[in-house]
């Protein structure tokens, strides 16, 4: 009888630990797939944080494209201005640089400066006659570009009378207002005159004193000898 009880008793025991059992196994495979879920979940957020990091950079890598894209054209503008600014520049320059090596000559071998004037404001009268004739008689040079390049080369032509001597550049301002006011012709093309009106009278006004023989002759004339009378003679 006790043996029954203690048999019957057991099976109490036993009937109820199959629930916690289970209970403990459910348990544990719930968090044994929350713990899984949970990794899938960081994988996953990982995983769009990467993409989303991506994204970042080329939208960025598009921005910079576009940008240089827009600056490209600009900038390959602005360099072609600027080449065809120093296309200008050096052709007025070599026109500049003429002049001053003409200037030059003259003042060394003791050109009287009524005849330098003469000569330069004859080489401006006929600058001013071409540029002016040009835009007259030629469609093409009535362009932007056409009235840049005169500009341009107006503005090396002024800095140079601005440097070049002031007695030379005073004098050619007297003679071309003096032709300016005497000129009448009724033709819109303005004429170039080959000539360069001027009397020994006025060669002569302007004579400076110079020893001759204290000027060293140039090799040209040495080694020519129809020049000889302007060579020293030995006493």
Known sequence: MN??????????????????????????????????????????????????????????QLEDSEQRHLEHPMKRRSQANAVAQQALIAHWQ?????????????????????????????????????????????????????GEFVKTGLAELENWCHEATEEVISSMRVMMTEDSNNAVNSSFLLDDDSSIPFTVDDISKTMQQIEVSDIDPSPLIRENSGFSFLLPRAE
């Open 3 to 60: 043996a029954w009880l203690e048999v019957s008793e057991s099976g109490k025991v036993g009937n109820q630990g199959i629930p916690v059992a289970a209970s403990l196994l459910s348990q544990t495979q719930a968090a044994e797939e929350a713990k899984q879920a949970c990794a899938a979940a960081q994988a996953q957020n990982e995983e769009l944080t990467t993409k989303l990091g991506d994204a970042e950079k080329k939208v960025d």
């Open 94 to 146: 070599s026109i500049v640089k003429s002049l001053n090596y003409y200037l030059n000559i003259m003042k060394a071998n003791h050109v009287p400066p009524f005849v330098v004037c003469k000569v330069f404001t004859h080489i401006f009268s006929f600058i001013n006659v071409q540029l002016f004739n040009s835009l007259l008689l030629r469609r093409e040079c009535c362009s932007f570009s056409n």
